[in-house]
Nanobody, 124 residues
Framework: QLQLLESGGGLVQPGGSLTLSCAAS????????VAWFRQAPGKEREGVSC????????NYDDSVQGRFTISRDDAKRTVYLQMTNLTQEDTGIYYC?????????????????RGQGTQVTVSS
């Protein structure tokens, strides 16, 4: 089994930045492709970004392209989501998932494991 733990959420003003972390634990279970999703109250789950197992390929939803950056540190078994120029529309619970594949349409990502999520609130 693979356990995923997100951290780094919080309250930030519009225009601010946050970096989320997704730490994986579980002996002998490889961390493959990883995706970040978010869900706002009353809205459907939205794929935000994903990264391939090697880290050589990344994809972003159009709403975050140019503002968010996904990266991974396999030595730490951690994936990061750097978020800049945040707006109120970025508010929601962000969770990471391990699965496959990391394609352009992130919502097609099939989750094998999912974390509990971390709250991001953008408000003045």
């Amino acid at each position: 089994q693979l356990q995923l733990l997100e951290s780094g959420g919080g309250l930030v003003q519009p225009g601010g930045s946050l970096t989320l972390s997704c730490a994986a634990s579980g002996f002998g279970v490889p961390v493959g492709a990883v995706a970040w999703f978010r869900q706002a109250p009353g809205k459907e789950r939205e794929g935000v970004s994903c990264i391939s197992p090697s880290g050589s390929s990344t994809n972003y939803d159009d709403s975050v392209q140019g503002r968010f950056t996904i990266s991974r540190d396999d030595a730490k078994r951690t994936v990061y989501l750097q978020m800049t120029n945040l707006t109120q529309e970025d508010t929601g619970i962000y969770y990471c998932a391990v699965g496959r594949p990391c394609y352009r349409v992130i919502n097609n990502f099939r989750e094998d494991y999912r974390g509990q999520g971390t709250q991001v609130t953008v408000s003045s």
